[in-house]
């Protein structure tokens, strides 16, 4: 079997879109999503996700062995800049319970469970307020 990165990407971002609208957002017009052009509405907040994948280690002995697969799925809440911080962090906040740690989502053959997930500070950046929401996953997969 190969690496399921395509699939746990999938996964992840399924759980997002999912979750957007219950935060007021529309995952086709408030969602920067990777290598996708996107225009953001002047008005309205925004997410920008990432999924960092890290290490990939053996957790088995054998070809018939596991990979344990680990990274970060990191979604920038990117809200208006001028307007306090308290809507973008209440998105921030939404998101990090939406990936609760202990979830699993299937991903192909694989399962991902989310180990925790937190809330960064508040910073300026591209004329926006821009709060990280850091989701830690790990994958075991079939080699």
Do not use: K
Request: net charge positive; glycine share 12%; charged share 20%.
């Amino acid at each position: 079997m190969r690496t399921p990165t395509p699939e746990i990407r999938r996964a992840l971002d399924g759980r997002l879109m999912a979750a957007l609208p219950g935060l007021g957002l529309d995952p086709a017009q408030d969602a920067a999503w990777p290598n996708a052009a996107f225009t953001p509405h002047a008005e309205r907040p925004y997410v920008r996700p990432n999924c960092l994948f890290g290490n990939t280690s053996p957790a088995g002995l054998g070809p018939q062995g596991f990979e344990l697969l680990s990274g970060v799925y990191q979604v920038d809440v990117l809200g208006l800049s001028g307007r306090g911080v308290a809507q973008a962090e209440e998105l921030a906040r939404g998101l990090a319970d939406a990936f609760r740690g202990g979830a699993r989502l299937v991903c192909g053959e694989a399962e991902l469970r989310i180990s925790a997930s937190s809330v960064g500070p508040a910073m300026h950046t591209e004329g926006r307020l821009r709060i990280p929401v850091s989701v830690r996953w790990t994958c075991h997969a079939a080699r």
